[in-house]
């Protein structure tokens, strides 16, 4: 019995079909099998195949040939069987594995007769069954002559049958490519070693533009192993090689796209990368979405009848120049109000014209410059693509064919869209960078001091060069804050990292140091403040160092500085002489080390001495240590003649780089002393008749000032604080005038307590003297002193002196 799996021819039509078990006996016979080899089916099934099939003798080879058939799971090729009257029948034989009921294995034969048809050893009704077979089939004997083509080679590399059969390939199309080629059909007819996915299409004079073709060539084998031939199978291969292009092209443009955060760069990038690959000339315009330009389209006024809808990022064109092109990178384009262009841009969906159509009637008719484009340089076939991101769209990106002559498909289209993607990914990146770097931008333009105004005590200059040069920022910081009694304090600080968080943290700092700093704390006690805000300032974004403080007096020339993990101030004397004093380092903000992590230094500095506080980027760089750079640094600075804005100059100018790898800052300060002048001071009893004395002797010094239109309210503030001090202070009191950018009033004494504001009732003789003077006053205050404290009154002055 023939198993139900196989009761059902599966040769070739015309062939003669046999099935037989895994000993070689014969389980199913055709008709068509008994009409070839004469044997019915009674007579046949159930017999061995080598026995009835093989001549005598052949037994060997037979049994050689069933274990090759099973080695390689089938054969096909030719042989030679006996017919049931003895004689000789040449075969075109395939042997095919099957698997039947049981787990038994069987064995289909399809067998043709190749001598009905003609007498070539490989032209057979085996093969013209693949006649019209879609993949391109060529058979060569030994002399790789043709022997046999089917129709669908002739369609692949477009020869003719007549001109092929009976010749070689060089005969056929003579060249180094057919050269090349036989000689694989060679070493594949003397090996026996397939060459698969040999060849990409015909040769280049018959090969279709538009389609690639994969070739792969076979030896063709009697049954005894012996070379009879080769055959060539040609598919069409366009698709994978479409798909394997289009792979190869996004890889090498996902690397090369998109490698700053450069709107423009962006834009042109994309524009290089797809000219000529996949167009002669492309466009890529954006909309006001994307930051670009300083003026916003909606503010450009009409051109004639077009409005401009996009600005240019990208332009590019396989002519030198970009002759095609109206707008150049940078400027507003405008369009037709109804155009591809702003439908694309309206509807987010791609348009294609395979045929570039400017016929009267259409969105031509409003745009005739582009028409004149469009005919002096042969635009035949455009894409215009949207950049889309997050939902919205970015622009459009226009691809142009001029000189390639074949129209845009939807394979184009699908590439477009992808490299398109490739770039909207990159520009909504820039986008967003954009937006965080202007919100940090203002955000540090509006905490780093505007105006510097070292006020009596110094004359300041200053250098500020962010890591990040084209964002601007950075988490370094200065400030020059103006002191009570003609005094300065002077600040530099480095927070860890750059953008919106450093500037925040920077900020808030920066504030935290100007309110403390308006307390009048000494240097060392206002880094202990500020060390105890981690929470606030440093632990929720990055590490901070410093800053380095240092409070400068006007008539004392006393410097008072402390460190919090700053590389030391330099001190240029007026002489040229330069030194890095030996200043406690102190440790980082944040560390939580307590109050006595930071030590104050009192320095004496001559009149006109520099002083240059920077941060660590200006002296450290990858290819420089500290040390180096502190040398480099003092080289510079034994200038001290120079105008502090030169001399800032010359120290930026010793960066290796113009683009540092850290934020660099410096500030100078060159000191200044008041005159005699202007300064007076008193010594006074605690006696409480004193205090009309020291209205008088204020009144009198004004007059000698030239400030008569402050006597009035000097003498107020005069009486009250050293009433206040008399009454509620201990030891000697001391009075004393600063005239200087503003007229100070100081009254010291001995004692620690702080006055305090009093809010009088109507009823109460005193408690009035602070309210009054803070009323009487721009601004009051006290600070501590080593032996006591000075309260402190402050006003404008009226006119200049």
């Excluded at 080679?153 to 036989?182: C, F, W």
């Excluded at 988490?475 to 953008?499: E, M, T």
């Excluded at 380095?548 to 240029?572: D, K, Q």
Aim: charged share 20%; proline share 6%; glycine share 8%.
């Amino acid at each position: 019995m023939v198993p139900k799996a196989m009761q059902w021819p599966v040769g070739m039509p015309g062939s003669a079909t046999a099935v037989v078990d895994a000993e070689g006996v014969v389980v199913g016979w055709t008709q068509a099998a008994e009409r070839l080899a004469g044997y019915p089916a009674a007579e046949a099934v159930g017999q061995p195949a080598a026995d009835m099939l093989c001549a005598a003798g052949d037994a060997a080879k037979a049994s050689a040939f069933a274990k090759r058939c099973r080695a390689r799971c089938g054969w096909s090729g030719l042989a030679a069987v006996r017919h049931r009257d003895g004689g000789t029948l040449d075969l075109s034989l395939q042997v095919s594995p099957l698997s039947g009921q049981y787990g038994r294995d069987h064995w289909l034969i399809s067998a043709t007769d190749t001598a009905a048809v003609s007498p070539g050893a490989a032209n057979g009704s085996v093969l013209e069954s693949l006649i019209r077979a879609p993949i391109g089939i060529s058979v060569r004997d030994l002399e790789l002559r043709c022997t046999w083509v089917n129709d669908a080679m002739e369609l692949h590399d477009g020869i003719p049958r007549e001109k092929r059969l009976h010749r070689r390939l060089t005969e056929t199309a003579p060249g180094a490519e057919s050269e090349a080629a036989e000689e694989v059909l060679r070493q594949v007819l003397n090996s026996g070693r397939p060459a698969l996915d040999v060849f990409q299409g015909g040769p280049p004079a018959f090969r279709r533009r538009t389609h690639a073709y994969s070739t792969s060539v076979f030896r063709l084998e009697d049954a005894d192993g012996h070379a009879l031939g080769v055959y060539a199978m040609c598919v069409d291969v366009t698709d994978r090689e479409r798909a394997r292009e289009r792979l190869a092209i996004l890889n090498e443009v996902s690397t090369r796209i998109g490698s700053t955060l450069d709107v423009m760069r962006t834009g042109q990038e994309l524009a290089d990368l797809t000219v000529p690959l996949l167009a002669d000339f492309v466009t890529v315009d954006l909309t006001d979405s994307v930051p670009l330009g300083e003026e916003p389209l909606a503010r450009l006024a009409p051109l004639g009848d077009r409005i401009p809808v996009f600005r240019r990022a990208g332009l590019a064109s396989i002519r030198q120049g970009e002759p095609e092109a109206r707008w150049e990178r940078g400027e507003a384009v405008f369009v037709p109000p109804v155009s591809p262009f702003t439908h694309v841009l309206s509807s987010g969906k791609s348009f294609v014209g395979p045929v570039q159509d400017t016929s009267p009637g259409l969105w031509c008719d409003q745009h005739p410059a582009g028409v004149e484009k469009i005919h002096e340089y042969g635009t035949h076939s455009c894409m215009v693509v949207p950049i889309r991101a997050r939902d919205e769209v970015l622009g459009v990106a226009v691809f142009i064919r001029t000189e390639n002559p074949v129209p845009f498909e939807e394979d184009d289209l699908l590439l477009a869209e992808e490299l398109v993607t490739l770039a909207a990914l990159s520009l909504d990146n820039a986008r967003r960078y954009a937006r965080e770097r202007s919100a940090a931008l203002t955000l540090q333009r509006d905490l780093l001091p505007q105006r510097l105004n070292g006020g009596d005590a110094v004359e300041v200059a200053s250098r500020y060069l962010p890591a990040d040069m084209h964002g601007g920022v950075g988490g370094d910081w200065f400030d020059v804050i103006q002191l009570s009694g003609a005094r300065v304090a002077l600040v530099v600080g480095d927070v860890v990292g750059h953008g919106i968080n450093a500037a925040a943290t920077m900020g808030r700092l920066r504030t935290a140091v100007q309110t403390l700093a308006a307390m009048d704390l000494p240097p060392d006690e206002l880094l202990a403040r500020l060390n105890d805000l981690p929470a606030r300032c440093t632990e929720e974004d990055a590490d901070a160092k410093g800053p380095t403080t240092a409070v400068m007096g006007a008539f004392t020339r006393r410097c008072t500085i402390a460190r919090a993990g700053h590389p030391p101030p330099a001190i240029i004397a007026p002489d040229g002489h330069v030194t890095f004093p030996d200043l406690p380092a102190g440790t980082p903000l944040g560390l939580g080390l307590g109050p006595f992590a930071f030590e104050a230094v009192e320095l004496e500095l001559h009149e006109g001495s520099v002083l240059a506080f920077y941060t660590d980027g200006l002296i450290e760089t990858r290819d420089e240590d500290i040390d180096a750079g502190m040398h480099r640094l003092s080289t510079v600075l034994v200038q001290p003649c120079l105008p502090l804005e030169d001399l800032c100059t010359a120290v930026v100018d010793t960066l290796s780089s113009p683009a540092p790898s850290d934020d660099v800052t410096l500030l100078l300060a060159r000191t200044r002393t008041l005159s005699p002048s202007q300064v007076a001071s008193w010594d006074l009893p605690a006696d409480p008749a004193v205090v009309s004395r020291a209205r008088s002797m204020a009144v009198r010094q004004l007059t000698e000032w030239g400030l008569q239109d402050l006597a009035t309210t000097t003498e107020l503030i005069v009486s009250e604080l050293v009433t206040n001090a008399i009454l509620h202070a201990t030891g000697p009191i001391s009075l004393r005038l600063v005239r200087h950018q503003l007229l100070t009033c100081e009254v010291s004494d001995t004692s620690s307590s702080l006055p305090r504001l009093c809010h009088a009732r109507t009823t109460d003789e005193g408690g009035r003297g602070i309210f009054i003077a803070t009323q009487s006053s721009a601004r009051l205050g006290t600070r501590y002193t080593t032996d006591g404290k000075i309260v402190w009154a402050e006003q404008e002055l009226t006119r200049a002196n």
